[in-house]
């Protein structure tokens, strides 16, 4: 049975995780087109596979990512700086994400290499994970960024001296050229209130 080999695979360190997202859109009244809907969808296939108890590779994780997504009907909205969905993209079936990383000190130290969308390690917004806006997700103010729809190799080491910050660097590769990036990260959680009676 699939879910017994899934189970059987789990055991071995290797998870498997499958998403669509479906949009199905139309055009503000009084737009060009403004009588048209769109649908497309998005759909992503992961495998994470845990190098300890895959290869006794402590600390190891090496991580695939296939991503597809295609227009239904309609025309979508190419070219807008601020798009209604960030699947508005050409229809494509990729290997979208493959990459190998390395975990040190009580995950203190991360190392990562491979085709890497670099949006996932660096100018997160973790509150808009959520969002299909595009605009939701990045900051459209770093030219070339190599995210979404085409992530690019490249490498990048994070540090956590503490639990809420860190300290990131990576190089990627843009369609013109090596891009630099470093960044500084605090997570900021709520604290509880206390109360006495």
């Known amino acids: 049975e699939p879910a017994h080999a899934l189970q059987e695979l789990a055991g071995h360190g290797v998870m498997f995780q499958y998403q669509c ?7 503000p009244m009084g737009a060009p087109g ?3 809907w769109f649908s497309r969808y998005s759909s992503d296939v992961t495998a994470t596979i845990d190098g300890h108890k895959a290869a006794k590779w402590s600390g190891g994780t090496i991580f695939l990512h296939g991503k597809e997504h295609s227009e239904f009907f309609g025309h979508g909205y190419a070219g ?3 798009a209604p969905s ?3 993209a050409a229809s494509l079936l990729t290997l979208y994400e493959a990459w190998a990383q390395q975990s040190m000190f009580d995950d203190r130290l991360r190392m990562k290499a491979g085709r890497i969308d670099a949006n996932t390690d660096f100018d997160v917004v973790s509150t808009a994970a959520d ?3 595009s605009s939701m997700g990045y900051s459209p103010t770093i030219m070339e ?6 992530p690019q190799f490249g490498t990048d080491v ?3 001296p503490g639990k809420d910050f860190k300290v990131s660097a990576g190089e990627f590769g843009t369609a013109r050229g090596r891009i630099l ?15 006495s009676e």
């Open 21 to 27: 997202v479906h949009d199905l859109s139309k055009a």
């Open 86 to 88: 960030n699947i508005d």
């Open 34 to 36: 403004d009588q048209d």
């Open 145 to 150: 960024f190599p995210s979404y729809p085409s």
């Open 181 to 195: 990036i470093g960044e500084t990260a605090h997570g900021w959680t709520r604290s509880e209130e206390h109360t």
């Open 131 to 133: 969002f299909l806006n």
């Open 80 to 82: 807008f700086a601020q």
């Open 158 to 160: 994070s540090v956590s």
